[in-house]
C-alpha cells in the first residue's frame, strides 16, 4: 500500500481503524460479534454492569450507537440490560454465560490483531508505544469534553 501526500499520526490510526475493523468482522463472525460491538464486550469483560451511559462516553460513540450495539449483543445472548435499582431511568448492562463460554475465543482473536501489527516491534518499543497512544486518547479526550456543543 502506498501513501501519498502528508502522512500524519491521524491519518495512519484512521487506516489502521478501518483494517482493524475488517479484521474483527471477519475473525468475529463466527461468534455473532461485530465490529462495532466488540469494543462493547471489551469493555464489559473488563467491567460488567456499566450504564449504557458510562459506556456511550468512554467509547465516544453516539447514544444511538451504544442501544444499538448493545441490542444486537442482547440479540446474540451476550448481554443483558437491566434498569438500576436505585435510577430505572439507568440500564445497566451485565454479561450472560453465553459471554463468559466465548470469551476466551474473543481475546484471542482481539489481540491476535495487536499481535499482527506488532509483529517486528521490539517488545520495549511496543510498551513505548502503548504509552504514546494512551496520551494520544487522554488529549484527544481532554480537547472534545472542551469544545462538545
Do not use: C
Amino acid at each position: 500500500m502506498q501513501l501519498q501526500g502528508r502522512i500524519t499520526v491521524g491519518r495512519l490510526i484512521a487506516i489502521l481503524h478501518r483494517m482493524a475493523n475488517m479484521y474483527l468482522s471477519k475473525e468475529l463472525k463466527d461468534l455473532s460479534i461485530g465490529a462495532g460491538q466488540y469494543i462493547f464486550l471489551a469493555e464489559l469483560f473488563d467491567q460488567e454492569g456499566q450504564s449504557q451511559d458510562e459506556l456511550t462516553k468512554k467509547i465516544f460513540v453516539d447514544k444511538a450507537n451504544s442501544a444499538r450495539a448493545l441490542g444486537k449483543l442482547e440479540d446474540a445472548g451476550y448481554v443483558r440490560r437491566v434498569g438500576d435499582d436505585k435510577d430505572k431511568r439507568i440500564k445497566r448492562a451485565f454479561l450472560e454465560p453465553a459471554a463468559r463460554e466465548v470469551e476466551e475465543d474473543f481475546w484471542r482473536i482481539v489481540t491476535g490483531w495487536s499481535d499482527i501489527l506488532t509483529r517486528g516491534v521490539p517488545k520495549q518499543r511496543q510498551e513505548q508505544l502503548i504509552d504514546d497512544l494512551r496520551t494520544m486518547l487522554e488529549n484527544a479526550g481532554e480537547y472534545l469534553s472542551k469544545n462538545q456543543p
